[in-house]
Protein backbone atom coordinates (compact mmCIF):
# COMPACT_ATOMS: atom_id res chain seq x y z
CA UNK A 1 0.00 0.00 0.00
CA UNK A 2 1.02 3.78 -1.07
CA UNK A 3 1.70 5.91 1.85
CA UNK A 4 -0.14 9.01 1.36
CA UNK A 5 -1.20 10.93 3.88
CA UNK A 6 -1.23 14.51 3.07
CA UNK A 7 -2.11 15.95 6.71
CA UNK A 8 1.11 14.39 8.05
CA UNK A 9 3.12 16.35 4.91
CA UNK A 10 1.78 19.62 6.27
CA UNK A 11 2.74 18.83 9.55
CA UNK A 12 6.33 18.31 8.48
CA UNK A 13 6.33 21.23 5.81
CA UNK A 14 5.74 23.15 9.25
CA UNK A 15 8.31 21.57 11.25
CA UNK A 16 10.86 22.46 8.71
CA UNK A 17 9.74 25.72 8.58
CA UNK A 18 10.23 26.50 12.29
CA UNK A 19 13.26 24.22 12.95
CA UNK A 20 14.46 26.84 9.67
CA UNK A 21 13.29 30.17 12.01
CA UNK A 22 15.07 28.28 14.86
CA UNK A 23 18.32 28.01 12.86
CA UNK A 24 18.38 31.69 11.92
CA UNK A 25 17.73 32.87 15.64
CA UNK A 26 20.87 30.39 16.78
CA UNK A 27 23.03 32.54 14.53
CA UNK A 28 21.49 35.68 15.40
CA UNK A 29 21.88 35.19 19.44
CA UNK A 30 24.42 37.45 20.69
CA UNK A 31 25.70 35.94 24.02
CA UNK A 32 25.66 31.99 22.71
CA UNK A 33 29.27 31.10 22.36
CA UNK A 34 30.90 29.23 19.65
CA UNK A 35 30.85 25.54 20.48
CA UNK A 36 26.97 25.33 21.49
CA UNK A 37 26.01 27.27 18.33
CA UNK A 38 27.81 24.88 16.80
CA UNK A 39 26.75 22.17 18.34
CA UNK A 40 22.69 23.55 17.93
CA UNK A 41 22.84 23.94 14.56
CA UNK A 42 24.22 20.36 13.35
CA UNK A 43 21.04 19.25 15.53
CA UNK A 44 18.74 21.30 14.04
CA UNK A 45 20.18 20.43 10.56
CA UNK A 46 20.31 16.57 11.07
CA UNK A 47 16.74 16.55 12.25
CA UNK A 48 15.51 18.88 9.42
CA UNK A 49 17.57 16.41 6.93
CA UNK A 50 16.00 13.13 9.13
CA UNK A 51 12.14 14.52 8.96
CA UNK A 52 13.02 14.59 5.19
CA UNK A 53 14.06 11.38 4.47
CA UNK A 54 11.90 9.82 7.09
CA UNK A 55 8.74 11.79 5.35
CA UNK A 56 8.93 12.98 2.55
CA UNK A 57 11.41 9.90 1.24
CA UNK A 58 9.05 6.85 2.87
CA UNK A 59 12.21 5.89 4.63
CA UNK A 60 9.72 5.20 7.71
CA UNK A 61 7.76 3.04 5.97
CA UNK A 62 10.57 0.83 4.08
CA UNK A 63 11.72 -2.15 6.03
CA UNK A 64 14.16 -2.46 8.68
CA UNK A 65 17.06 -3.74 6.68
CA UNK A 66 16.77 -1.02 3.40
CA UNK A 67 16.63 1.49 6.37
CA UNK A 68 20.18 0.08 7.78
CA UNK A 69 21.20 -0.41 4.25
CA UNK A 70 20.52 3.86 3.71
CA UNK A 71 21.84 4.96 7.27
CA UNK A 72 25.14 2.95 8.17
CA UNK A 73 26.95 4.01 5.14
CA UNK A 74 25.34 7.66 6.31
CA UNK A 75 27.53 7.80 9.61
CA UNK A 76 30.54 6.69 8.10
CA UNK A 77 31.29 10.61 6.89
CA UNK A 78 30.61 11.89 10.05
CA UNK A 79 32.99 10.13 12.14
CA UNK A 80 35.75 10.94 9.11
CA UNK A 81 34.46 14.38 9.64
CA UNK A 82 34.83 14.13 13.76
CA UNK A 83 38.67 13.16 13.68
CA UNK A 84 39.91 15.13 10.47
CA UNK A 85 38.44 18.47 11.46
CA UNK A 86 39.08 17.93 15.03
CA UNK A 87 42.68 16.91 13.73
CA UNK A 88 42.94 19.95 11.23
CA UNK A 89 41.73 22.37 14.30
CA UNK A 90 44.63 20.73 16.61
CA UNK A 91 46.72 21.31 14.54
CA UNK A 92 46.46 24.70 14.12
CA UNK A 93 46.02 25.47 17.59
CA UNK A 94 49.45 23.51 18.95
CA UNK B 1 10.46 -17.33 -7.70
CA UNK B 2 6.63 -17.27 -8.28
CA UNK B 3 5.64 -16.80 -11.93
CA UNK B 4 4.25 -13.65 -11.14
CA UNK B 5 7.26 -12.23 -9.57
CA UNK B 6 9.19 -13.30 -12.26
CA UNK B 7 7.34 -11.54 -14.78
CA UNK B 8 7.66 -8.80 -12.18
CA UNK B 9 11.28 -8.56 -12.39
CA UNK B 10 11.16 -9.13 -16.33
CA UNK B 11 8.89 -6.13 -16.88
CA UNK B 12 9.31 -3.98 -13.67
CA UNK B 13 7.43 -0.87 -16.01
CA UNK B 14 4.66 -3.10 -16.35
CA UNK B 15 3.82 -3.69 -12.75
CA UNK B 16 2.52 -1.23 -10.53
CA UNK B 17 3.76 -0.78 -7.13
CA UNK B 18 0.66 -2.47 -5.30
CA UNK B 19 1.21 -5.36 -7.33
CA UNK B 20 5.11 -5.45 -6.37
CA UNK B 21 5.98 -8.97 -5.34
CA UNK B 22 7.34 -8.81 -1.78
CA UNK B 23 10.54 -9.35 -1.11
CA UNK B 24 11.58 -10.66 2.67
CA UNK B 25 14.16 -8.40 2.91
CA UNK B 26 13.42 -4.96 0.96
CA UNK B 27 9.74 -5.22 1.36
CA UNK B 28 7.45 -3.71 -1.59
CA UNK B 29 10.32 -1.62 -2.30
CA UNK B 30 10.70 -1.58 -6.38
CA UNK B 31 13.82 -2.14 -8.12
CA UNK B 32 13.25 1.56 -9.52
CA UNK B 33 13.49 2.64 -6.01
CA UNK B 34 16.32 0.64 -4.49
CA UNK B 35 18.59 1.80 -7.94
CA UNK B 36 17.50 5.71 -7.32
CA UNK B 37 18.31 4.79 -2.88
CA UNK B 38 21.65 3.22 -4.14
CA UNK B 39 22.48 6.17 -6.32
CA UNK B 40 21.82 8.66 -3.95
CA UNK B 41 24.14 7.12 -1.62
CA UNK B 42 26.74 7.03 -3.69
CA UNK B 43 25.93 11.01 -4.54
CA UNK B 44 25.65 11.81 -0.70
CA UNK B 45 29.09 10.61 -0.76
CA UNK B 46 30.34 12.60 -3.48
CA UNK B 47 28.90 15.85 -1.28
CA UNK B 48 30.08 14.28 1.78
CA UNK B 49 34.16 14.61 0.31
CA UNK B 50 33.30 17.98 -0.56
CA UNK B 51 31.78 19.04 2.64
CA UNK B 52 34.79 17.09 3.77
CA UNK B 53 37.59 18.79 2.11
CA UNK B 54 35.81 22.56 3.19
CA UNK B 55 35.39 21.30 6.72
CA UNK B 56 39.48 20.23 7.19
CA UNK B 57 40.66 23.51 5.33
CA UNK B 58 38.22 25.94 7.58
CA UNK B 59 39.01 24.22 10.89
CA UNK B 60 42.93 24.50 9.99
CA UNK B 61 42.82 27.86 8.81
CA UNK B 62 43.56 30.83 11.22
CA UNK B 63 41.73 33.24 8.70
CA UNK B 64 38.93 32.00 6.86
CA UNK B 65 38.23 34.99 5.26
CA UNK B 66 40.32 37.23 3.12
CA UNK B 67 41.05 41.31 3.75
CA UNK B 68 37.97 42.61 1.52
CA UNK B 69 36.10 39.61 0.65
CA UNK B 70 32.33 39.77 1.58
CA UNK B 71 30.27 37.71 3.84
CA UNK B 72 27.83 35.24 2.34
CA UNK B 73 24.34 36.56 2.79
CA UNK B 74 22.21 34.59 5.11
CA UNK B 75 18.90 36.12 4.90
CA UNK B 76 18.90 36.05 0.87
CA UNK B 77 19.47 32.15 1.28
CA UNK B 78 17.30 31.61 3.97
CA UNK B 79 14.48 32.50 1.07
CA UNK B 80 15.99 29.82 -1.08
CA UNK B 81 16.05 27.05 1.30
CA UNK B 82 12.56 27.87 2.16
CA UNK B 83 11.44 27.38 -0.90
CA UNK B 84 12.84 24.50 -1.97
CA UNK B 85 10.96 23.40 0.74
CA UNK B 86 7.94 24.27 -0.50
CA UNK B 87 9.18 22.41 -3.84
CA UNK B 88 9.71 19.25 -1.73
CA UNK B 89 5.87 19.44 0.03
CA UNK B 90 4.71 20.32 -3.80
CA UNK B 91 6.70 17.26 -4.85
CA UNK B 92 4.27 14.78 -1.87
CA UNK B 93 1.36 16.04 -3.19
CA UNK B 94 2.02 15.69 -7.03
CA UNK B 95 2.92 12.17 -5.75
CA UNK B 96 -0.05 11.83 -3.34
CA UNK B 97 -2.27 12.73 -6.46
CA UNK B 98 -0.72 10.56 -8.31
CA UNK B 99 -1.59 7.78 -6.16
CA UNK B 100 -4.69 8.56 -6.18
CA UNK B 101 -5.16 8.61 -9.80
CA UNK B 102 -5.31 12.39 -10.32
CA UNK B 103 -3.43 13.33 -13.17
CA UNK B 104 -4.62 16.85 -13.56
CA UNK B 105 -3.45 17.42 -9.76
CA UNK B 106 -0.69 15.29 -10.07
CA UNK B 107 1.13 17.26 -13.69
CA UNK B 108 0.18 20.98 -11.78
CA UNK B 109 2.19 19.61 -8.58
CA UNK B 110 5.17 18.49 -10.39
CA UNK B 111 5.08 21.47 -12.61
CA UNK B 112 5.27 23.79 -9.75
CA UNK B 113 7.60 21.18 -8.33
CA UNK B 114 10.24 22.17 -11.10
CA UNK B 115 9.26 25.57 -11.41
CA UNK B 116 10.68 26.36 -7.47
CA UNK B 117 13.95 23.88 -8.75
CA UNK B 118 13.85 27.00 -11.88
CA UNK B 119 13.87 29.93 -9.25
CA UNK B 120 16.48 28.26 -6.96
CA UNK B 121 18.54 28.56 -10.13
CA UNK B 122 17.92 31.43 -10.67
CA UNK B 123 18.19 32.93 -6.73
CA UNK B 124 21.79 31.26 -7.35
CA UNK B 125 22.60 33.27 -10.27
CA UNK B 126 21.66 36.31 -8.50
CA UNK B 127 23.34 35.48 -5.37
CA UNK B 128 26.72 34.35 -7.33
CA UNK B 129 26.91 37.94 -9.64
CA UNK B 130 26.25 39.75 -6.61
CA UNK B 131 29.22 38.06 -4.64
CA UNK B 132 31.39 38.24 -7.77
CA UNK B 133 30.96 42.16 -7.61
CA UNK B 134 32.18 42.31 -4.18
CA UNK B 135 35.32 40.66 -4.54
CA UNK B 136 34.40 36.97 -3.96
CA UNK B 137 35.96 35.15 -7.08
CA UNK B 138 36.91 31.35 -7.08
CA UNK B 139 40.94 30.43 -7.08
CA UNK B 140 41.29 33.79 -4.58
CA UNK B 141 41.00 31.81 -1.21
CA UNK B 142 39.83 28.38 -0.09
CA UNK B 143 36.67 30.37 1.32
CA UNK B 144 35.58 31.29 -1.94
CA UNK B 145 36.98 27.97 -3.86
CA UNK B 146 34.83 25.91 -1.62
CA UNK B 147 32.24 28.21 -1.63
CA UNK B 148 31.50 28.07 -5.23
CA UNK B 149 32.48 24.43 -5.36
CA UNK B 150 30.20 23.10 -2.95
CA UNK B 151 26.81 25.70 -3.93
CA UNK B 152 27.06 24.75 -7.47
CA UNK B 153 28.00 21.26 -7.40
CA UNK B 154 24.50 21.47 -6.09
CA UNK B 155 23.02 23.54 -8.53
CA UNK B 156 24.18 21.42 -10.75
CA UNK B 157 21.70 18.62 -9.15
CA UNK B 158 19.16 21.19 -8.74
CA UNK B 159 19.88 21.61 -12.93
CA UNK B 160 19.70 17.67 -13.30
CA UNK B 161 15.95 17.79 -10.95
CA UNK B 162 14.45 20.05 -12.87
CA UNK B 163 14.89 18.84 -16.44
CA UNK B 164 14.47 14.96 -14.75
CA UNK B 165 10.98 16.43 -13.29
CA UNK B 166 10.27 18.00 -16.29
CA UNK B 167 10.40 14.87 -18.20
CA UNK B 168 8.03 13.19 -15.53
CA UNK B 169 5.83 16.01 -15.42
CA UNK B 170 5.42 15.66 -19.54
CA UNK B 171 4.78 12.19 -19.24
CA UNK B 172 2.31 12.84 -16.32
CA UNK B 173 0.43 14.99 -18.48
CA UNK B 174 0.30 12.22 -21.22
CA UNK B 175 -1.26 9.66 -18.82
CA UNK B 176 1.87 7.35 -18.66
CA UNK B 177 1.54 6.83 -14.98
CA UNK B 178 -2.13 6.59 -14.53
CA UNK B 179 -3.90 3.93 -12.84
CA UNK B 180 -1.51 3.27 -9.98
CA UNK B 181 1.48 3.41 -12.40
CA UNK B 182 3.64 6.19 -10.11
CA UNK B 183 6.61 4.21 -9.49
CA UNK B 184 8.38 6.90 -11.12
CA UNK B 185 6.81 9.64 -9.79
CA UNK B 186 7.87 8.54 -6.41
CA UNK B 187 11.83 7.31 -7.52
CA UNK B 188 11.65 10.93 -8.96
CA UNK B 189 11.07 12.64 -5.90
CA UNK B 190 13.35 10.49 -4.02
CA UNK B 191 15.77 12.72 -6.19
CA UNK B 192 13.86 15.51 -6.08
CA UNK B 193 13.93 15.13 -1.60
CA UNK B 194 17.71 14.22 -1.62
CA UNK B 195 18.36 17.88 -3.51
CA UNK B 196 16.69 19.44 -0.69
CA UNK B 197 18.08 17.53 2.03
CA UNK B 198 21.64 18.14 0.75
CA UNK B 199 20.28 21.38 0.67
CA UNK B 200 19.73 21.63 4.44
CA UNK B 201 23.41 20.34 5.09
CA UNK B 202 25.06 22.73 2.95
CA UNK B 203 23.19 25.84 4.32
CA UNK B 204 23.87 25.00 7.62
CA UNK B 205 27.68 23.97 6.98
CA UNK B 206 29.02 26.85 4.38
CA UNK B 207 26.20 29.62 5.02
CA UNK B 208 24.94 29.92 9.25
CA UNK B 209 28.50 28.56 10.53
CA UNK B 210 29.89 31.76 11.88
CA UNK B 211 33.07 32.81 11.45
CA UNK B 212 35.83 33.18 14.00
CA UNK B 213 36.08 36.42 15.39
Redesign the interface.
Known sequence: MAHVNRKQYMVIFLVLFVLTILELAVVKMPAIGRTPMFIALIALAVSKAAFVGLYYMHLKHETRILKLTIAIPLCTPAVYALILIAEAAWRRLS | MSEHAAAAHAHPDFVT??DWPEDP???K?TLGK?GM?IFL?SD??SF??L??AY???R????HWHNPGEPELG??FT?GL??LL??S??T???G??AA??NKRKQATLFLGLTALGGVLFLCGQAHEYHGLSQEGLHFGASAYASTFYVITSFHGFHVFTGVTYLTIITIATALGKFDNGN?NRI?VA??FW??V??IW??V???VY???T?K
Open positions: PAQYGALWLALAGLLGILGGSTIPATFICSVMVLYAVEYEGLHFDLILFTFLVPQ
